[in-house]
């Protein structure tokens, strides 16, 4: 079934790391090399999220719901209790993954999907997502697409920065995090911090859906060595 | 999520191979599963991979005022969690047994054995000192998660900087990392556990228990030393009755192993330590794909983006136009103001007198001119509506709210599309209020 979504899309790709490995439950490792150069230290970092998904499993009654399966997504940051904005991106998470996940498929059960920050230098969100649509492809859940998440930063000048670190997020305008399905570049989920124009809006979505190509290619990529090397 | 239980076959097999001095993993009686440490790229950030048995641990400062009875001491803070991903019959925000007694042995380890020294943490007597917070989640279960925890912890604190700090009279400067390097924790030993897993009444012993050990096991017994041979915790648990003899060969044994480790965690110190020198590639990013086989890498990589602007530009013109945003309020009085329309209950056939409670709307905001489902802004300012033609009295209590007559001028509306659940049981409250209140009249 998976054979059919990946499809013939190639581009390049932002950068970045997906570990999956297989484990009691199934993994993903997603980490993001901050583009720095040589000469800053203080850049030096990399955004890395573990992943682990349970289910389809047997669910509390309290939470089951009758023609579905209950989808839950818990954010668990570094350092400290999960506050409001864990719980928000719980949500957009939730959100995304629901609109993927054939949940038809499998009612009355419950879908756990835990993610851990290991470390934060910039566009957590979006990392997140990749995390979590990689645990998905890697537990074999039913989906109806991929989605992968990317985080665009605009500048006070009006340029466009795909992946920003945590130093140019916190310098830039705003801050848009899109969520964008593999089967026809739509965008399951945005967000944004900050306030930018409807065409600033449109640019960045559409720099978001070329880089989405590379994302896809790279999960592609990572599969097929995952499952010819074990 | 439910954990499975363990079947009874499961357990005789593995006590019957217990019995016969074999594990399930082929290992010796008194060998360690392999430890392997790795570190973040964020200082005071490591993993610790014990055999299957992952947790991650994290320090952090911050500049607090100290304890009364303590004034010149930093404040330690340790905090285990586990996470809901290391085992399916973990849920979150739990307080199970099992989490509180590894915290109260980790602290106990950690705290209690003075291996960090709180003196030198202090910046200004009775004001200001460093509180360290020692963060650690379990990222998979496979057994022993005190010894993974402990060893974690003191990997981290050891790895952790914190940022140099200078007094002068009243004042105090916090220099950032590019000012001045930060400054490493002054550590006196390095306490280890070490956990002995006993099985038919204390007859069999094994070091280091994995999770399906630990299941049938009779009784734990934990002991933190470090590599100067000194006990710095010990803890008996389960239904064992150990015998003295017993204790001073599970230290023994502890002592060989706690130097083991020791050197294993001053390598991979010092490792870290030369490769951030050399400005080589550090962090997660850089130790996990050499680890495993299965592991994919992509450096970073250039996005076309070079057309952007036209295509953004096409879908602006493509798009329809916004449809209008009724966003005019209509102030009714001063405090109240109605956006949107009312809209017919949708609870079927009340009574009379429950239909003058009859609900209202919220405004929404518009859509975008793209597909999005993020959930909409509501409007908070909204009004009580009626819908029959009588007039109702505006009641004397002072805590409900004032209720608007709108009488026969406004035509019966459509709902518009509520999207807030708590506007549901706040209407239901109303009305249940007012009901009482009719009652009792």
């Keep these: 079934m998976l054979q059919g979504y990946l499809g013939e899309y190639t581009a390049p790709l932002i950068h970045g790391l997906i570990h999956v490995a297989v484990r009691l439950c199934r993994d993903a490792w997603l980490q993001r090399r901050a583009q720095a150069a040589p000469e800053e230290r203080g850049e030096r970092g990399d955004t890395s999220v573990l992943a682990g998904l349970y289910g389809p499993a047997e669910a509390k009654v309290s939470k089951e719901l009758p023609d579905r399966a209950a989808l839950e997504v818990l954010l668990r940051p570094k350092v400290g209790l999960p506050g409001v904005l864990e719980r928000s991106r719980e949500q957009l998470l939730r959100q995304t993954?629901?609109?993927?996940?054939?949940?038809?498929?499998?009612?009355?059960?419950a879908i756990s999907l835990v993610l851990q920050v290991l470390s934060d230098a910039g566009s957590l969100l979006s990392c997140c997502l990749n995390a979590a649509c990689m645990a998905l492809l890697d537990a074999g859940l039913p989906l109806a697409a991929l989605f992968c998440g990317v985080t665009c930063a605009l500048q006070p000048d009006g340029t466009i920065l795909l992946d920003p670190t945590a130093?140019?997020?916190?310098?830039?305008?705003?801050?848009?995090?899109?969520?964008?399905a593999?089967?026809?570049?739509?965008?399951?989920?945005?967000?944004?911090?900050g306030s930018c124009s409807v065409e600033e809006m449109q640019q960045c979505l559409a720099a978001a859906q070329r880089a989405a190509d590379t994302i896809f290619q790279f999960y592609r990529d990572s599969v097929r060595r995952r499952y010819s090397k074990c | 999520m439910k954990a499975t239980p363990l079947s009874n076959c499961e357990r005789r097999f593995l006590l019957r191979a217990v019995q016969e001095k074999k594990r399930l993993d082929g290992r010796q009686c008194y060998d360690y599963r392999n430890i392997r440490v790795s570190f973040g790229a964020d200082r005071g950030c490591c993993i610790v991979d014990l055999g299957r048995t992952r947790v991650l641990a994290q320090v952090s400062c911050e500049l607090v005022p100290p304890k009364p009875s303590r004034p010149t001491e930093g404040v330690l803070f340790f905090n285990l969690e586990l996470s809901p991903m290391a085992a399916p019959g973990l849920e979150p925000g739990r307080q199970s047994e099992l989490l509180v007694s590894l915290n109260r042995l980790l602290e106990r380890c950690l705290?209690?054995?003075?291996?960090?020294?709180?003196?030198?943490?202090c910046v200004v007597a009775g004001e200001k000192v460093w509180q360290i917070r020692l963060d650690m989640h379990l990222l998979n279960h496979d057994g022993n998660i005190t010894d993974a925890a402990s060893i974690a912890g003191i990997v981290a604190l050891c790895h952790f900087r914190r940022p140099d700090v200078s007094v002068q009279g009243e004042e105090v400067t916090v220099y950032t990392p590019e000012e001045r390097d930060p400054v490493p924790l002054s550590i006196h030993h390095m306490p280890i556990c070490v956990s002995f897993a006993f099985f038919h009444q204390g007859t069999y012993l094994l070091v280091d228990p994995t999770e399906r050990e630990e299941r049938v096991m009779d009784g734990l017994l934990v002991i933190a030393m470090n590599k100067h041979h000194e006990i710095c915790t010990i803890q008996s648990s389960g239904v064992v009755m150990l015998l003295q003899d017993q204790i001073l060969r599970c230290s023994k044994i502890a002592a060989v192993k706690v130097a083991e480790i020791t050197e294993l965690i001053q390598k991979a110190l010092e490792n870290d330590q030369k490769a951030r020198k050399e400005g080589g590639k550090f962090?997660?990013?850089?130790?996990i794909p050499n680890q495993r086989i299965t592991a994919f890498k992509m450096e970073s990589a250039a996005v076309d983006t070079n057309d952007v602007e036209e295509q953004a530009g096409e879908i602006i013109a493509k798009a329809d136009p916004p449809s209008e945003v009724i966003a005019n309020p209509v102030l009714h009085t001063p405090g109240t103001a109605q956006i949107g329309e009312g809209i017919e209950s949708s609870w079927g056939d009340l009574e009379e007198s429950e239909k003058e409670e009859a609900a209202e709307e919220e405004g929404e905001s518009e859509a975008a001119a793209f597909e999005c489902e993020k959930v909409e802004t509501e409007d908070t300012s909204t009004v009580r509506k009626t819908k029959s033609?009588?007039?109702i009295v505006l009641s004397d209590s002072e805590e409900e709210e004032v209720?608007?007559?709108e009488p026969q001028e406004l035509p019966r509306k459509t709902r518009t599309q509520t999207s807030s659940k708590q506007e549901n049981p706040s209407k239901k409250a109303f009305n249940k209020r007012r009901r009482k209140k009719r009652t009792s009249r």
């Design chain 1, 97 to 109: 993954c629901e609109a993927v996940v054939l949940g038809v498929l499998h009612p009355r059960t």
């Design chain 1, 167 to 180: 130093r140019q997020e916190q310098e830039a305008r705003a801050i848009l995090t899109f969520a964008i």
């Design chain 1, 182 to 193: 593999s089967s026809d570049r739509k965008v399951l989920m945005a967000t944004t911090k």
């Design chain 2, 111 to 121: 705290r209690d054995s003075k291996c960090i020294d709180t003196e030198s943490l």
């Design chain 2, 283 to 287: 962090g997660f990013a850089e130790s």
């Design chain 2, 389 to 391: 033609d009588e007039p």
């Design chain 2, 403 to 405: 209720v608007i007559l």
